[in-house]
């Protein structure tokens, strides 16, 4: 199975319940096409397995207690029999982006892994990414949230919404499509500013923010409103409402971190940086040609209407050091509205950016949410998906 990670315009930080993995607020995201980033699962069973076994990248890591409970949550829904679901598991997976960066690789990779295993014991059939109803889809959200909660939403393409839900059990705490990919063609420009671990793990961070942070209340209670704003801007294609939407919620994201106790900081000065190129770009072009999102890591999302890749890259690229770029960057536009001297290079123009280093400069379309490949059989009882 294949997931892309998924970008929250809307972010949920903070759990009601961290053993099943329930939110405080719902949440909204886009899912990004998995050409440029994916993980990739592939899920087997054998009675001659000792134990259940995960590896990333090539390397045995920890099956953690999330992990475990996915586990237990398809092994119990599994249609080829109880042997099979009696047999220990191996996962193998990969990532094609860095690894716990603040890229949303949980959200992809546990998404892959639910799907993967879902495919293993039949629970989704042969016939690729829609072999399954909305009922059982709607299931496997609830089952991918246990292993991350933003692995809900990597399900399912274009634009979703996590619910937090109502429920002690979290059977309510489910996500669904709110708009396909081909509903709205927009791009998301990731500035990969910094491609090591996070400075503190999502989990550990939230929790200390619920215990500790007096915005946090504040920010739960313009989350509604900012709900809204954002589910209205994706079915009218309301680029200025969107954009604003995410750079506010994001913005009051970073806000609550640096108000948890200590302090939770994850935005560098080259991300910060970013966001004030941003603003400047969209000041000196009259109007809203980009929008960012930051989630818990350096790296900064920024969103783009097709027709805008061109000017933004270019700008980008006057105003930062960047190593690649990577993807489509569309038809050149006309950038006339934008003074020559704008954009910082170290040189010149008020308020210029100083020359800050982005790896990567990614320019992804929205994509397809997961998707199955064909299953294969072993002898010796062996039984493999991918």
Known sequence: ??????????????????????????????????????T???????????????????????VTDRMRAVLQSLRQRCQRGQDLASWKVRVATRNSFPTAAGLASSSS?????????????????????????????????????????????????????WSAGQRPDGVDSTASQLASAGHWDLRVLVCVVGAGAKSAPSTQAMARTVATSSLLPARLSCLPD????????????????????????????????????????????????????????????????????????PNVCLLA??????????????????????????????NSKVPSDWAGDGSGGEGATARHRIESLLICRLGRGRSIFHRRRRPLGLILTD
């Open 1 to 38: 199975a294949a997931a892309a990670p998924n970008l929250a315009l809307i972010k949920y930080w903070g759990k009601r319940d961290s053993r099943l993995v329930l939110p405080l607020n719902n949440s909204i995201s886009v899912t990004l096409d998995d050409q440029l980033m994916r």
């Open 40 to 62: 990739v699962t592939m899920a087997t069973a054998s009675p001659e397995f000792a134990e259940d076994f995960v590896e990333l990248n090539g390397k045995p890591v920890e």
């Open 109 to 161: 990779g546990l998404c892959a892994f639910a799907v993967a295993v879902a495919r293993l014991y039949g629970i989704v059939g042969d016939g690729g990414s829609d072999s399954c109803d909305a009922d059982t889809l709607r299931w496997l959200s609830t089952v991918a949230r246990l292993g991350s909660g933003s692995a809900c939403r990597s399900l399912f393409a274009g634009f979703a919404e």
């Open 226 to 297: 900012r709900l809204a704003a954002v589910r209205e801007a994706v079915a009218g294609r309301d680029f200025a409402s969107l954009a604003e939407m995410s750079m506010r919620d994001s913005n009051c994201l970073h806000a609550v971190c640096a108000d948890t106790y200590p302090p939770v900081h994850y935005l560098t000065d080259a991300s910060r940086a970013i966001i004030d190129f941003v603003h400047r770009l969209n000041e000196a072009s009259g109007r809203v040609v980009l929008g960012y999102t930051a989630d818990a890591g």
């Open 305 to 334: 209407q097709p027709a805008d890749v061109h000017l933004a890259a270019g700008c980008l690229q006057r105003a930062f050091d960047i190593g690649q770029v990577v993807g489509d960057l569309g038809e050149a536009a006309d």
